[in-house]
């Protein structure tokens, strides 16, 4: 009996993490996946800057983003004012992990809207390199999956010169999203490229998706409502997110950019900046990834699904909403750059940052 109490206790002390006797883990095989982890880092890190150096939009024509940490941090200190102003009581630990199942749909405005590119930038690179920033920045915030409209096919109803022009802003996209994409794992979804494009060729063969990718880029070329109404259009329904949040810019209205049954539940945001690359930097590109969650927080069990459980709730919104006419205006900083507004289910709010 000993000598099996024996036993049992040997077995017991081996089966605890760290208690293996020499020889039982394979060297090698760890020794392998350290390189592979050091290595990945290292491939990553080629599109990262110190960011206690000055951050400009590019550098000898390459694109400098921000490290995931720095992003996070950022993310946490205006996600730690925006719950301060708004007495929500979640800490940035808590909005971070909730960031994750957060699909954002953002309706860029194109490159017209803005006068702020320097003079020696490319505006129509500029463009492009806006979306690829707001795809890192959720990436680096543990987010899964976004949408962007990229362009509508009404974009051409002005003609061929526009047609052109518009076709050398995404071509301009391809090289930095092909290399950042390879670098990080990320799946580029094209919805809407066909027979016919004239990009087809080059994005099909810039974009092949990775066998496990971080993160879901889903790009809406040539949209327009009608998609929709074909088989081909309903069968993309099955295949993008459920969106949370709509985010539009420098146009405040809802017109275009429709997406039935996953836009069901979807609040809306309105960034009143031109998206240009160069108009952003990394702590405004947070900012507005923080902006966009607490808008989802703040309409969680409302859209079509909102019951009232007492009559004194009901009598409270009335009585904020519609007599005490309630709007709520945060600052981030002394002088903001950065202007969204959102609703709630009690009255408007409007963040500077």
Known sequence: MTGIASLKASSARLAEPGMEPPGSVDAARVEHRL???????????????????????RSDGALQLATPEAIRAAFS????????????????????????????????????????????????????????????????????????LTHTTYNRDRGPEETKRFLDV??????PFRAYARRHGLAIHLEGIGAGYE???????AFPLPPEPKFDAHFLMDYEEEWFLTPEGRELLGVLPMIDVVVRHTKLGIAGGWIPTRMRKAS???SQNGSIHSNWNYEEYATMVAVTYLS?????????????????EMKERHRDREIKMRQKIVRHRPKPKKLFDLGSPVGLIQVYA
Not at 199 to 205: D, N, P, V
Request: glycine share 8%; proline share 4%; net charge negative.
């Open 77 to 148: 200190e205006s996600w730690e004012a925006l719950s301060h102003s708004l007495g929500l009581g979640i800490p940035s630990d808590k909005a971070l992990l909730g960031v994750r199942d957060l699909v954002m749909y953002d309706i860029p405005d194109g490159t017209r809207s803005t006068l702020s590119v320097p003079v020696d930038h490319d505006v129509e690179a500029d463009a492009g390199l806006y979306c690829l920033a707001l795809v890192h920045t959720l990436a680096s915030l543990g987010a899964k999956a976004n949408v962007i």
């Open 35 to 57: 390189q592979e982890d050091l290595f990945q880092s290292l491939v990553e890190s080629a599109d990262y800057v110190d960011v206690r150096s000055p951050l400009p939009a």
């Open 199 to 205: 990009l087809e060729g080059a994005f099909r063969r």
């Open 170 to 175: 995404l071509a301009k996209g391809i090289d």
């Open 268 to 270: 809306y945001v309105y």
């Open 296 to 312: 989802k927080v703040l309409h969680q069990g409302e859209g079509l699904s909102k019951t009232y459980s007492t009559v004194d």
